[in-house]
């Protein structure tokens, strides 16, 4: 089988739009910077004047989170260095390291408070019910201010998607901290505090489970899960000059962008091979289907060639032989039929 040589094409793999959007979550994601780690030391001045343990525990929670989104802008910078002969990618996967150390973070985070739950249903804390509810309330207006600029951004970024974790964990511990203050204040049962710590925790572990589980499906190189690889090998196989496909492997980079790789054998129609013009035709028609059907734009092809089973083949004719002799049959496919 002869091969011919190797045709890639990339159609700026990322696109305008995509440049826009992560420019723009970037400057979504310092804005909620710069809001949690304001609101977390006036939260360590609130639990300092109150003497509320759970402020200033939801205070270490928030600089927790503020070093999670620190990670997020750092991986943002990184991956828009340019490519280099050592890393030909350039640094893409720190988006999606950051993504995975956020998940973790956001685990041990939940670990903390169920631990810090379970010791105050032993030795309930009092706390001054009035001071915890101010500061509470303020602090669910700045982590809803927070949520709304980081749900308008990229929502395939799972940089992104786990500083809204953080910020939407935040939101909740306000939402707790509120009604847990509420009943301290109207009841005196200190013990609701632990309780809701716990629901709290419960969640922050089912969306930390998630971002680890899409991090390593990243990492690992796995087919993305809105792609069904069966498919896009159908759609190769479906154009009209094609044989068969092999080799094929479609991964993420990072957040919104796929690659595809295959080795795409070429139909002979006895008449001509395929020329360098008509391979180029051929990989725009791919790049076409591509794009429109599974929203990949960076791929590179290796076309092959099927030994011609014509006798006045032009591959063989160009190489000096006048007359073909007809190729030895494949395995599971019969040879050519002579004509008497």
Known sequence: MSTENHNEHDHDHHGHGHHDLKASSRRRVRA???????????????????????????????????????????????????????RSFGLHRAEIIAALLNGVVLLVVAVLVVREGIHRLIEPTPIIGGGMLLIAAVGLVVNLIGGYIL????????????????????????????????????TGWMKIDPIVSFVIAAIIIVGAI????????????????????????????????????????????????????????????????????DTDIILAELGETFEKEFNITHYAIQFEREPCTSRCCDTCNGNGLHECEPPPSRVGVSPPFETI
Do not use: Q
């Open 32 to 86: 909620v910077f710069a809001l949690t780690f304001t609101y977390m030391l006036a939260e360590v001045a609130g639990g300092l004047w109150t003497g509320s343990l759970a402020l200033l525990g939801d205070a270490t929670h928030m600089l927790t989170d503020a070093g999670a989104l620190g990670l997020a802008l750092l991986a943002f910078r990184l991956s828009e260095r340019p490519p280099s002969p050592e």
């Open 151 to 186: 749900i308008g951004g990229d929502r395939e970024n799972l940089n992104l998607r786990g500083a809204l974790f953080h910020v939407a964990g935040d939101a909740l511990g306000s939402v707790g901290a509120i009604a847990a203050a509420v009943v301290i204040i109207t």
């Open 210 to 277: 998630k971002l680890i589980g899409d991090s390593l499906h990243i990492v690992l190189e796995s087919t993305p899960r809105n792609i069904n690889l069966i498919e896009v090998e159908n759609a190769i196989a479906a154009h009209h000059r094609v044989e068969s496909v092999h080799d094929l492997h479609v991964w993420t980079i990072t957040s919104g962008f796929v690659s595809l790789s295959a080795h795409v054998v070429l139909v002979c129609d006895g008449d001509s091979e395929p020329s360098i013009s």
